[in-house]
């Protein structure tokens, strides 16, 4: 296990000087890494602590990390080099930024000049925190999975016959992921309506979310060489949430044989701070139980992480009326199927290679209870049960001018909690 605390022996419960609201995402348990530029900075690296973001590039320029790494990893626009460094590294620089921010550490930071390395989190433009080369979207809830067989083949068993001896997966469109925020541009494709003898062109008229959690790539692995399961997670960064926007319509009419294509690839939504997976190990849970038991280069005593999500939705009309966003569904990735560790090693067990940056999506993640679905699809059970909305409004897919607002947070009795920040965008007419 990775240590998680930091630099000094003390029985001092883990507190930053720094004021923290105790509402936010970002206490000093947490120390996600992200990426931003201000009106007169360049992008640059840094860590959100409160409201405020550690800007790593001065830190690194004022030597606080000479005895950890080379400064370049520090003082680089994206968190790819940093990334390719690995488990120690990144340890080494996590503690040293817990010890310089905690109450009763190191006080370089905090007698110095702070204003200089803390920047006020308004202040700043939040960035897709690193050059993305591949990206593949799994299919590991077992929930979602069930449901959607059970939507679009009913006379069938819901799981086809590989579903749970492999975990499922496609590659992405790097290109295409943006940062929470980002408006989203109705896409336009081939759609075939129920029943028509041809397709026709024009906006999806299906345009759904889909409730996801990715993984960020750390060192890698060379072509020819799998990631073995025991290990893979020192190959794991951490995690950011991900809306895997679909367009339901011009999905169904294009996927097969080859699988999603155009339905995917117009956008993807992520969460701007990435999660370390030491600020996540005081949220380990074991993983669901596999039934069969999965074949040797997949097996591992297997572990999740205990994260909350919801997915908010305010419409235009709602925004107008000064109405609040509505929680249209709540759930937790602790029982996903398919771990990071099974996803990772099994992506890569052909000899595919993996650069760091890469990002691996989860597929949608739902549970069995009702209003624990990732996706409106599921939601609404494909249109047929709209969801009510407090102006009087309904939805069965989305709108031009609905936001769409993803949450993730980790709480627990004798743990602070920590979140994610949220994956938002909102619908921009085709
Ligand atoms: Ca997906």
């Known amino acids: ?30 120390l996600p890494f992200g990426s931003f530029s201000t009106p007169d900075a360049g992008p640059r690296i840094g860590i959100a602590i409160g409201d405020r973001i550690l800007d790593l590039h001065n830190a690194a320029g004022a030597g606080f990390f000479d005895d950890c790494c080379d400064r370049a990893l520090l ?40 204003d200089r390395f803390l920047i006020k989190r308004d202040d700043a433009a939040l960035r897709v925190p690193m050059e993305i080369g591949d990206y593949v979207d799994f ?8 449901n959607l067989g059970r939507l679009f083949r009913p006379e069938a068993e819901p799981l086809l016959p590989n579903w749970k001896w492999l975990p499922v997966g496609y590659h992405g469109r790097s290109a295409t992921i943006v940062i929470d925020g980002t408006p989203i541009r109705r896409p336009r494709g081939q759609r075939k309506p129920p029943g028509a003898a041809e397709p026709e062109f024009g906006p999806t008229r299906r345009l759904d979310i889909e409730l996801e959690m990715g993984f960020v790539v750390g060192p890698g692995n060379e072509l020819g060489r799998p990631v073995p399961i025991h290990g893979a997670e020192n190959h794991i960064f951490g995690f950011v949430l991900v809306n895997d926007w679909s367009a339901r319509d011009i999905q169904a009419w294009e996927y097969q044989p080859l699988g999603p294509f155009l339905g995917k690839s117009f956008a993807t939504t992520i969460s701007p701070w990435i999660v370390t997976l030491e600020a996540l190990e005081p949220f380990r849970v074991a993983a669901k139980p596999q039934d069969p038991p999965p074949l040797e280069y997949l097996k591992t005593d297997g572990s999740s992480y205990a994260v909350d999500l919801a997915v908010d939705l305010q419409t235009e009309d709602m925004r107008e009326r000064g109405m609040p966003p509505q929680r249209i569904s709540q759930t937790s990735f602790r029982d996903i199927y398919w771990t990071a560790a099974q996803q990772l ?41 709209p969801i009510k909305l407090p102006d009087g409004e309904t939805r069965t897919f989305l709108e031009d001018g609905d936001e769409v607002t993803l949450h993730g947070w980790c709480e627990k009795p004798g743990a602070r909690r920590i979140g994610f920040g949220a994956a938002r965008g909102r619908i921009e007419a085709a």
Do not use: C, K
Request: aromatic share 6%; no cysteine.
């Open 345 to 385: 090693a099994h992506a890569t067990v052909n000899g595919a290679a993996t650069r760091p940056g890469d990002l691996y999506a989860s597929g949608t993640i739902s549970g069995s209870a009702p209003g624990s679905q990732g996706s409106l699809i599921e939601l609404t059970w494909n249109g047929e049960r």
């Open 1 to 30: 296990m990775r240590v998680s605390d930091g630099d000094a022996t003390t029985d001092l419960p883990l507190q930053s000087w720094l004021p923290v609201s105790p509402e936010s995402d970002f206490p000093i348990q947490n």
């Open 139 to 146: 299919y590991s809830s077992i929930e979602h999975a069930t």
């Open 75 to 114: 003082r680089a626009p994206l968190l790819n080099p940093f990334l390719a460094a690995g488990p120690d590294v990144w340890t080494l620089v996590r503690r040293r930024i817990s010890n310089l921010l905690r109450i009763d550490g190191d006080a370089r930071l905090r007698e110095g000049n702070a």
